[in-house]
């Protein structure tokens, strides 16, 4: 794998980190927070900025290698920089306690250089 993808994947394994250490134990809470909302939308933004980054590198070997769910979070970065007012907050809550996982998951490939 490309070596310039290294500072992004530490990003966005931090952010990662940060959205589980601020994820309530459930929906209503996350609902009931902006605070909460606001700082995981930020993480979820900063993971789609670095994925956005890394395909800029090398867009072949990123589409080679991506997932879907790293597409996804790059569009969900868009809508969160110039749609903030229309994200599903409970759409949120379903990706961060259902997609999370695979997502960081699916980073896994970088470390097999």
């Known amino acids: 794998m490309n070596k310039a993808y290294a500072p992004h994947l530490v990003v966005i394994r ?3 980190s940060a959205i589980e250490a601020y994820r309530p134990v459930d929906q209503a809470a996350f609902l009931a927070s902006p ?4 700082a995981v939308l930020m993480r979820l933004q900063v993971i789609g900025e670095h994925l956005a980054s890394m395909r800029r590198i090398d867009e072949e070997q990123f589409a080679d ?9 790059i569009g ?3 809508v969160i920089s110039h749609g903030y007012e229309t994200i599903d907050r409970t759409r949120i809550w379903q990706m961060i306690t259902d997609d ?5 998951a699916s980073l896994a490939i970088f470390t097999n250089d």
């Open 100 to 104: 999370l996982d695979e997502l960081n």
């Open 14 to 16: 931090e952010s990662i």
């Open 35 to 38: 605070v909460i909302q606001d």
């Open 65 to 73: 290698v991506a997932d879907d769910g790293w597409f996804q979070v």
């Open 76 to 78: 969900l970065r868009n």
